[in-house]
């Protein structure tokens, strides 16, 4: 079955540091892949849509110039919290869409932490 | 805009009895996608069934079926024969037209509690 990957699976940072989370489709490619929030026995937000060559698509209320998306190759995107603050604690979640079935498959997620 | 309602918290059923998590939906689309995922404590999002806005039959997985009501805009999910494995949270999500990216949107959550 199709895998994506995601690492860290956990990190803690120190407030205004910045940290990177990468999210692979390791057996197929993926022209699109989305990054998703989610607090504790909250629900998945979607953050941004990341389009493999082009610029994210981030939804309402979701600071592009804070999380910074890149998706340079068909099977990699990343996703930087830039400054990050205590607030920015969260699971983050990627899915990558597979380029030729449109299946989307979910990561195992990134628990962040930011001391 | 599209929206994903489900109004139940948190659930508790017996083992071996089944379970109906409920899933309403909002969209003006004409084709839609309705799924169901799991989320255990581990946090990873494990797919669960798949109904198409056209397709005629309610799916069925395993013990996992889905009971489709267009009319009423209704996606519940119900699990027969439950096991203390499927304690967990239950998404029900939608994905938008693809012209407008396919986006998954996810409801609130459904915390189903499995007693022995």
């Known amino acids: 079955g199709a895998v994506v990957s995601q690492h860290p699976s956990w990190v803690i940072c120190k407030s205004g540091t910045s940290v990177k989370i990468e999210c692979r489709s390791l057996d197929f490619q993926a022209t699109t892949m989305f990054w998703y929030r989610q607090f504790p026995k909250q629900s998945l937000m979607l953050m941004a849509t990341s389009n493999e060559g082009s610029k994210a698509t981030y939804e309402q209320g979701v600071e592009k110039d804070k999380f910074l998306i890149n998706h340079a190759s068909l099977t990699l995107s990343t996703l930087t919290v830039t400054s990050a603050h205590p607030e920015d604690s969260s699971f983050y979640i990627c899915?990558?869409?597979?380029?030729?079935?449109?299946?989307?498959?979910f990561g195992p997620g990134t628990r962040l932490t930011v001391t | 805009a599209q929206k994903i309602t489900q109004t139940q918290p948190g659930m508790f059923v017996q083992e071996k009895e089944a379970v109906t998590l409920d899933c309403t939906y909002d969209t003006s689309d004409q084709s839609y996608g309705l799924f169901w995922y799991k989320q255990p404590s581990s946090g990873e999002m494990i797919f669960l069934i798949y109904?198409?806005?056209?397709d005629e039959q309610n799916a069925t997985e395993g013990r996992y079926s889905l009971n489709f009501q267009k009319a009423r805009k209704s996606a519940n999910l119900v699990i027969s024969a439950s096991q203390l494995g499927d304690s967990a949270m239950y998404f029900c999500?939608?994905?938008?037209?693809w012209g407008q990216g396919g986006k998954l949107i996810f409801g609130q959550g459904t915390e189903l509690s499995v007693k022995p």
């Open positions: 899915s990558a869409r597979d380029s030729l079935s449109y299946e989307q498959y």
């Open positions: 999500a939608m994905r938008g037209p």
């Open positions: 109904q198409g806005s056209y």
